[in-house]
Nanobody, 114 residues
Framework: VQLVESGGGSVQPGGSLRLSCAAS????????MSWYRQAPGKDGEWVAT????????SYADSVKGRFTISRDNAKATVYLQMDSLKSEDTAVYYC????????WGQGTQVTVSS
């Protein structure tokens, strides 16, 4: 089983990034997919979740209206489009697959700074 995040990097406030999480080794279309993040010195924070078929996305209040979660089951990939980024969005972002088992990716760093 693998979850591989990509797309992180450094961006100025107000900018955008698109994170991807490519899955393999399990039946991706049966799993609920989520994004979490952990900022330095802080607890991990749930960011967004999408159902196994891509409906009913839900978001943390801190990112609602700025981030969009989506998935492509044919490509076994989940995405996180992040717009209007703020310095407080700086964190390592992780994807998570949930069903009977839970799988995590290794994380990708997002840094928002001027």
């Amino acid at each position: 089983v693998q979850l591989v995040e990509s797309g992180g990097g450094s961006v100025q406030p107000g900018g955008s990034l698109r994170l991807s999480c490519a899955a393999s080794g399990f039946t991706f279309s049966q799993y609920v997919m989520s994004w979490y993040r952990q900022a330095p010195g802080k607890d991990g924070e749930w960011v967004a979740t999408t159902s196994n078929i891509g409906g009913d996305p839900s978001y943390a209040d801190s990112v609602k209206g700025r981030f969009t979660i989506s998935r492509d089951n044919a490509k076994a990939t989940v995405y996180l489009q992040m717009d209007s980024l703020k310095s407080e969005d700086t964190a390592v972002y992780y994807c998570k697959a949930s069903r009977r088992r839970v799988y995590w990716g290794q994380g990708t760093q997002v840094t928002v700074s001027s």
